[in-house]
């Protein structure tokens, strides 16, 4: 069997770590690992991916991660740069500000925290010190902008970083023109 079409299988059963194992050890960049990772199934998705919405995402890094696919494409790749935690970390803020209980607020804070921020986290980001010690300090009293500055910072760092890789990458020029061939 394709290591890629291993690699779909293994996801449609048991979307935890089998996945990501399958995603290590093919350490591939190309569309076919992209579409096994889609929020869709990955026929019907890429059908309704169109070559404007997908040229579009080169337009801005907030445009692409505005595109529920685009994040998938930009998850994907980051998987293959065994960087995916400052995505993960992003969307986990993003989701974060939409907390509404004062309760739950403050678990959460402490779960990203603890899983994203803190030293030796888990998935650690890669902020400055002062920037970690900023966040922590912002954990006292956790609030729905606690994580802004650790948040910008690792969105700035994506945008100048992974973000232009993914744009030159043989995964988001092979979506592209399987796209494109859609349409002819």
């Not at 770590?17 to 050890?25: E, K, N, Q, V």
């Not at 400052?86 to 309760?103: D, G, H, I, P, V």
Request: some cysteine; proline content about 3%.
């Amino acid at each position: 069997m394709h290591p890629c079409l291993l690699q779909a299988s293994l996801y449609s059963r048991n979307k935890g770590m089998r996945t990501r194992l399958g995603c290590l050890s093919h350490k591939s960049d190309s569309c076919s690992d992209f579409t096994a990772i889609l929020p869709d199934k990955p026929n019907r998705a890429l059908k309704r991916l169109s070559t404007e919405e997908a040229t579009r995402w080169a337009d801005s890094f907030d445009v692409l991660l505005s595109h529920k696919y685009g994040v998938a494409a930009f998850r994907a790749f980051l998987k293959t740069e065994f960087s995916e935690e400052n995505l993960e970390f992003w969307l986990a803020c993003e989701e974060f500000k939409k907390t509404r209980s004062t309760a739950k607020l403050v678990s959460k804070a402490h779960r990203i925290f603890e899983e994203f921020v803190d030293v030796q986290a888990p998935r650690e980001v890669n902020i400055d010190f002062q920037t970690r010690e900023a966040t922590r300090k912002n954990m006292q009293e956790p609030s729905l902008t606690c994580f802004d500055q650790a948040q910008g910072k690792v969105h700035s760092l994506m945008e100048k970083d992974s973000y232009p890789r993914f744009l030159r990458s043989k995964m988001y020029l092979d979506l592209l023109s399987q796209s494109q061939r859609r349409l002819s």
